[in-house]
T-cell receptor, first 113, second 113 residues
Framework: DTEVTQTPKHLVMGMTNKKSLKCEQHMGHRAMYWYKQKAKKPPELMFVYSYEKLSINESVPSRFSPECPNSSLLNLHLHALQPEDSALYLC????????????FGPGTRLLVL | DQQVKQNSPSLSVQEGRISILNCDYTNSMFDYFLWYKKYPAEGPTFLISISSIKDKNEDGRFTVFLNKSAKHLSLHIVPSQPGDSAVYFCAATVIQGAQKLVFGQGTRLTINP
């Protein structure tokens, strides 16, 4: 089983709203990732959690706030987003070792109005 | 600085023939390479990978070749099927605090009946 689940599938929010994206995996993976993907572009890494600790923040604006409550769950809290933040947000997980495959969830399609 | 490059934005192949997708990289620190397939508004699906200590890996219709001296890898799909029509991303891993996945720009493969 290589399933990563993400909720919601679609989200529309205003620039003053607060919302959260959720990601879950039950593969025993110790690393979890958030990516942002715009149309016709490759996924761009935002955050990496390794063993429930934030390991990488790719200079993401503070209006995006990640949280890893436990090794199976990853959240992305959104506040005061801009229309240019509209994108497909992807979660991924891996064993956390050097040569390991990352498995992706289906993504959340976010539209900021 | 684009460290992983897919120079062909699109490729069209007849059903039943071989599809060859190419990828070049510049960072010698990359040690694990992956190919993902992606449909619109979905997460990338892992296809096949290869470690830097190998030069070939095969899985059914998919074969990945790695030429380290040329910093080049390729994905061969044979025979090509209509369901293979998608965007294909080449990716490479590097450890910078945690495992990071660097993607190429993608190649849109169209299989014609």
């Amino acid at each position: 089983d290589t399933e990563v689940t993400q909720t919601p599938k679609h989200l529309v929010m205003g620039m003053t709203n607060k919302k959260s994206l959720k990601c879950e995996q039950h593969m025993g993976h110790r690393a979890m990732y958030w990516y942002k993907q715009k149309a016709k572009k490759p996924p761009e890494l935002m955050f990496v959690y390794s063993y429930e600790k934030l390991s990488i923040n790719e200079s993401v604006p503070s209006r995006f706030s990640p949280e890893c409550p436990n090794s199976s769950l990853l959240n992305l809290h959104l506040h005061a987003l801009q229309p240019e933040d509209s994108a497909l947000y992807l979660c991924a997980s891996s064993q956390g070792d050097r040569r390991e495959t990352q498995y992706f969830g289906p993504g959340t399609r976010l539209l900021v109005l | 600085d684009q460290q992983v490059k897919q120079n062909s934005p699109s490729l069209s192949v007849q059903e039943g023939r071989i599809s060859i997708l190419n990828c070049d990289y510049t960072n010698s620190m990359f040690d694990y390479f992956l190919w993902y397939k992606k449909y619109p508004a979905e997460g990338p699906t892992f296809l096949i990978s290869i470690s830097s200590i190998k030069d070939k890996n095969e899985d059914g219709r998919f074969t990945v070749f790695l030429n380290k001296s040329a910093k080049h890898l390729s994905l061969h799909i044979v025979p090509s099927q209509p369901g293979d029509s998608a965007v294909y991303f080449c990716a490479a891993t590097v450890i910078q605090g945690a495992q990071k996945l660097v993607f190429g720009q993608g190649t849109r493969l169209t299989i014609n009946p």
